[in-house]
């Protein structure tokens, strides 16, 4: 698809060493309410970037590394506000300019590239004009000159033909294909600093390489100065020139990409890289001839009586198993879940149960079916009642399946809070006042509370920080252990998968292309689209983008064939 | 003082204070009152003096005891009908809302046919035909005025009921009453509590605006709205009698709105600034 980048402006050029923008002593202060204490979110940091590189901003959320983007476009979040130190851009202060002042540099200057594309273009326009919207407005070029500027950089990001791209509306393209207009309307006014705040997360790994090789390119071509911000290691390695690491808002520490991949100093540091790198390992026992919980035969299920989402799938979950059902964001993998939940009925097929058919519909279903399957959501945040304590929402499937009350209510509220590592008193709180973490925890512990069979696991992780997901898995595989559930676990992210899945089931298009136990899967011969997946997981190795790219043309042509 | 942990501002705190004078006027009517609610005690449309302090009105009763009196009528009348409209529209807009289908397609289109016609107007039909009794008067503003919180309920309703915690409450197998009660209330009360107090105010205007047709509030009970009709042709005179319940009215509105105000600004967020 992309063109790879030829190996001579493949190769690091070295940076021209001239300055365009100093940070020293960074510190910015937040408020959630006016009368709550300022909290420091950004404390004390310097950093230097010169003209041609690429410096990346690694870290959990809440390091401060998006904060830090934004600081160096001289604006700051609602709520926060710079207390100390310099913003240096081109040796000016950006803090001693006014607010017309600082507006001029944005966009024309300084340029931002956020993680939503699809947030981040208006719906009711087409994509020339918000392109051209930059230039024109800071009356660098007329529309006219904007717009033969945009088809060149639509070339230069492969975007598919580029001479009537920007005719279309947002919704018109793809996810990827946005991110990548995103980029062309960041590089609009030929800024001297591009700020890349995750541009790649949300996208699916293999669109993540062309949209990565893109924008490495883009930034080359125009020889311009890049703020990475990204809290994959990985990613970073293939872009950055520098990596710098940040915790609670202060620098743990910085150097050039290879010397924090291969030779980390500090042990922070140490355990995102091993983290990353992750380790092979079963989650649970494995429980090859354990009686099947789920049965799923010939199921097939569609919205609407449309094109089927899910087609023709088979798939036995175990006692004490954890199957992975992989596969891109459209694959169909989340509709599966909804198909086994009742949600969505299916229209063919059938499911058993430990050895009982379930309904199709969840309204047809007793209470007791509805109590041994359980599911965990991907998003914490929305998947907790925020008015509800989370003594209520644990209590709840207590109080519906079990009939507990008053204080063997209570007791066993507190037994499930200590089973995922939380003190009993966590029952008083409200979601808001949880991290993210331990707002899964909370979702976890009202699965366990229903005393389930089955647990369907929608991305538990995708929504954490990688050390936050590890602690998650961790307690997942030992519940597991434990009170021998079954895991099917629905994910896009390999890496997890490697670690937890006794099975993998590989999804395309909404139907199973590889199903088998995980070594055998991930082990050749692969099926091509198992290894177009495989070798989309960008791995701790900066030259590995190159690599990748180099061979992907074939993978992905032998993948949309098979 | 903080409510859902934010602080009055001081406009709050001016619109609480007119509002708690107000409830504690009427609440403390017979105790405060220095005369009867209909006593004749002087000349009509006597000026205020030391004896009565704010005059007399078109039948020589002390206007001062019949504001105090007429707080107790409009402002409780008022009040059961506003918490009666809500209870109507919220459960049948959430129901609308969490359900969907046909039964959200019935409910929304009842309730447009019922917008589309003046509120006004289709009350006077159903006075004029029902009678004007206080039941009458009460039930007819609330379905009129459950029409508008219907909408604004499903409205926000529909935002709250594809979040994943609903979805988690219909896998669990809870029935509707919980969802609508324990799911979705909770987490709309906010703009609710802000529409209660603007229609609160709403609906006492309008049985302000009705009485003083004639349609409201039955004499010889006292109300803002029959207070400024019955005294309306002192302004002939030069008098100043129906200024005065007509500023009791106002006063009560902008007491109302301020707090409304304050708890509309709390729940919107400020926008970022330079550094």
Known sequence: MSAPASPTDGARNPPTKTEILRIEGLRIEARTDEDSPAKLIVDGVDLVLHRGEVLGLIGESGAGKSTIGLAALGYTRPGCTIVGGKILFDGVDLRSLTPEQRRQRRGRRVAYIAQSAAASFNPAKRIYNQICEGPVRHGLMSYEQAKAEAIQLFRELDLPSPETFGERYPHQVSGGQLQRAMAAMAMSCHPDILVLDEPTTALDVTTQIEVLASIRKLIRVHHAAGLYISHDLAVVAQVANRIMVLRHGKMVEEGEADQILHRPRMDYTRALVSNREGKAGHMGATAGGAAPVLEISQVTASYAKLAKVVNDINLTVRKGETVAVVGESGSGKSTLARVITGLLPREAGDIRFQGISLPPALAQRSRDLLRRIQMIYQMPDVALNPRQKVGEIIGRPLAFYLGLSGKRMRERIAELLRDIDLSPDFADRYPGQLSGGQKQRICIARALAAEPDLIICDEVTSALDPLVAEGILDLLGRLQRSHGYAYLFITHDLGTVRRIADRVAVMLKGRLVAEGPREQVFAPPYHPYTKLLLSSVPEMDTHWLDGVLADRAQIRAAAELA | ?275
């Open chain 2, 1 to 275: 003082m903080r409510l859902f942990g934010h602080r009055f501002s001081i406009a709050a705190l001016i619109g609480l204070a007119i509002i708690a004078i107000n409830l504690l006027g009427a609440v403390l009517a017979p105790v405060i009152a220095p005369y009867g609610e209909s006593t004749p005690v002087g000349d009509v449309w006597a000026p205020p003096s030391a004896e009565y302090w704010l005059g007399l009105d078109n039948l020589g009763r002390d206007m001062f005891s019949r504001l105090l009196y007429g707080a107790r009528t409009t402002i409780s009348i008022a009040l059961v009908i506003t918490c009666l409209s809500f209870a109507i529209g919220i459960a049948m807009g959430f129901s609308a809302a969490v359900v969907g289908g046909w039964i959200d397609t019935m409910l929304s289109r009842l309730v447009d046919t019922l917008m589309a016609i003046p509120t006004l107007i289709l009350a006077l039909i159903v006075l004029s035909v029902l009678g004007t009794s206080i039941p009458v008067l009460v039930g007819t503003i609330a379905v009129l005025d459950s029409t508008r919180v219907f909408r604004l309920s499903r409205a926000v309703g529909l935002n709250i009921a594809v979040m994943d915690y609903v979805e988690v409450a219909r896998l669990r197998g809870e029935g509707l009453r919980w969802i609508v009660w324990r799911e979705v209330l909770p987490n709309a009360l906010p703009p609710l509590i802000a529409e209660f107090g603007l229609r609160f105010c709403f609906a006492f205007l309008f049985i302000a605006s009705l009485s003083f047709l004639g349609l409201g509030i039955q004499p010889p009970y006292a109300d803002w709205g029959g207070m400024v009709r019955d005294n309306a042709q002192a302004i002939n005179f030069g008098g100043m009698a129906p200024m005065i319940p007509a500023i009791a009215i106002g006063q009560l509105t902008i007491g109302v709105n301020l707090l409304v105000d304050w708890f509309l600004s709390i729940h919107s967020r400020a926008h970022g600034e330079g550094a």
